[in-house]
């Protein structure tokens, strides 16, 4: 069993699916001596964690909240803190080196076989390849402008503010201010305005510019908080012998730094589960004796099945059962059902797992 984290880059490439991979189409040729090497998949688990990132900001004036205002609570040290949002589970297929088969085909056939860029077989005689239907991943999002990073602030700032040396001059100052604009957009709603805008829009304008400037004013007693998200992916490979997996840690979350490894302490852990729930079985014939491999059949993978759950604090963010390569089996189809000449077989792969998703023939 191997964990690790991704990269952006490869969390984009994963995000974009199994379509957007640059593929491979071999022919069996004389050159290649009609036969074709390839590696069938391990299934990788993806775990997409988001978490938001809370930053507070003081006011300026946060002192005189209590006594200007008469808020209690107003922010009144700078604080970071990541909290997770939620948890999203996917696949792929990484090659295994363990099962890299070569089929032959027979002289003067042209069958083909379009491989992933890392040798993983899509399809067999067809160019129609599998794109599973995966959940939408979520997308880090940067925190919007706090009201003192907006326009509106720099247009509250007068110039007695700017001049006076104390903070408490500069407190009374905004606050004349704040009422003086709470007292604008009262006379402007009651129609007692000395100069009314001229219209519907433009009255929108005139409120929408008070309130930002509130806003702003309100801020310097108050303080901020901005949020924003983060995401980041963990690849979670069982080996072939994992059965049951109990809350093993994957990564950590601290407070204060957002995602860590697992094996720094500053973070609370996030674990995975893993339980193999029915492994892939050889099929049977009409007497129920399991079919042997063809010989120099191509290969693919009957999948087991296992049961994935991420926790965090108690809680079970993510759970889902998926088809799983390393409790398969593999089993091939004859090779000359690719050379047939009157109906040549077709098949299409399932990437994570290896997995036959369509089998037919060609007409």
């Known amino acids: ?19 957007a991979e640059t593929t491979q189409k071999l022919s069996a040729t004389k050159a290649n001596d009609f036969a074709i090497v390839y590696s069938l998949p391990l299934t990788t688990v993806d775990i997409t964690l988001e978490t938001v990132k809370t930053v507070r900001t003081p006011g300026e004036f946060y002192d005189y909240a209590k006594r200007i205002l008469n808020v209690d609570d107003p922010v009144a040290e700078p604080s970071v803190e990541y909290t997770l949002k939620s948890v999203t589970l996917t696949t792929h297929g990484t090659p295994d080196p363990s099962r890299r088969y070569a089929v032959k085909f027979s002289s003067g056939s042209t069958p083909f076989i379009i491989l992933s860029s890392n040798d993983v077989p899509l399809a067999v005689n067809t160019e129609e390849t599998y794109t599973p239907k995966t959940e939408a991943l979520p997308v880090a999002q940067e925190a919007a402008p706090s009201p003192l990073q907006t326009d509106a602030a720099r247009q509250v700032m007068t110039e007695d503010m700017l001049r006076s040396q104390s903070t408490l001059k500069r407190a009374q100052i905004a606050s004349e201010q704040l009422y003086a604009l709470r007292q604008s957009r009262s006379d402007l709603l009651t129609g007692q305005a000395d100069q009314m805008p001229p219209d ?5 304008l005139v409120l929408d ?22 995401v980041t992916t963990i690849s979670f490979t069982p080996s072939a ?33 893993y339980k193999v729930v029915s492994r892939g079985e050889m099929p049977l014939n009409d007497k129920g004796t399991p079919l042997p491999f063809p010989k120099n059949g191509f290969a693919y993978c009957i999948p087991g099945t296992a049961k994935i759950a991420v926790s965090y604090d108690g809680q079970n963010f993510a759970e889902k059962s998926i ?41």
């Open 200 to 204: 519907g829009q433009a009255m929108q």
């Open 241 to 273: 012998t994992d059965n049951d997996i109990n809350g093993k840690v994957i990564a950590r979350l601290s407070s204060v730094d957002g995602i860590v490894s697992a094996d720094n302490l500053s973070g609370a852990p996030i674990t995975i589960s």
């Open 1 to 19: 069993m191997k964990h690790k984290f991704i990269s952006t880059a490869i969390i984009a490439a994963i995000a974009l699916g199994a379509s």
């Open 323 to 363: 088809d799983i390569a390393q409790a398969g089996i593999d089993y091939g189809l004859a090779p000359n059902s690719f050379t047939d000449k009157r109906a040549p077989a077709y098949l299409i792969i399932d990437p994570a797992t290896g997995a036959a998703i369509e089998i037919g023939t060609k007409k």
């Open 209 to 230: 510019n008070l309130n930002a400037q509130e806003a702003a004013l309100t801020a310097m007693f108050l303080g901020t908080e901005q949020t924003s998200t983060e």
